[in-house]
């Protein structure tokens, strides 16, 4: 059974930076896509980042292009989301996903993902 594990997050100024963390356990996230979603106060989930196993093209919703990071330590088996250049509209609590397979251009529909960490919040002061 897929367990993902987050940690980081918490308050940050406006122009700050955070890195959150997604430890999986029962898989090796090398053969997954993984994906980060975020959802704010009164709002529904939204893409903000994934990549495929190969790790070879990442994919960021366009409000986090240049600012947000995705990657993956294979040893740690963890992927993270680095954000940097925080902004009040960034906060949200975020949730990492992954599954086996996600065709290329589902990668962004929540519905594709079979495992979900716990959630972590993610609040920018102004």
């Known amino acids: 059974q897929v367990q993902l594990v987050q940690s980081g997050g918490g308050l940050v100024q406006a122009g700050g930076a955070l890195r959150l963390s997604c430890a999986a356990s029962?898989?090796?996230?090398?053969?997954?896509?993984t994906a980060w979603f975020r959802q704010a106060p009164g709002k529904g989930r939204e893409f903000v980042a994934g990549m495929r196993a190969s790790a070879t093209n990442k994919y960021y919703a366009d409000s986090v292009k240049g600012r947000f990071t995705i990657s993956r330590d294979n040893a740690k088996n963890t992927v993270y989301l680095q954000m940097n250049s925080l902004q009040p509209d960034d906060t949200a609590v975020y949730y990492c996903?992954?599954?086996?397979?996600?065709?290329?251009?589902?990668?962004?529909?929540?519905?594709?993902?079979?495992?979900w960490g716990q959630g972590t919040q993610v609040t920018v002061s102004s």
């Open positions: 996903a992954s599954n086996t397979y996600v065709i290329l251009s589902a990668i962004q529909r929540e519905d594709q993902y079979g495992s």
């Open positions: 029962g898989v090796n996230f090398n053969r997954y896509t």
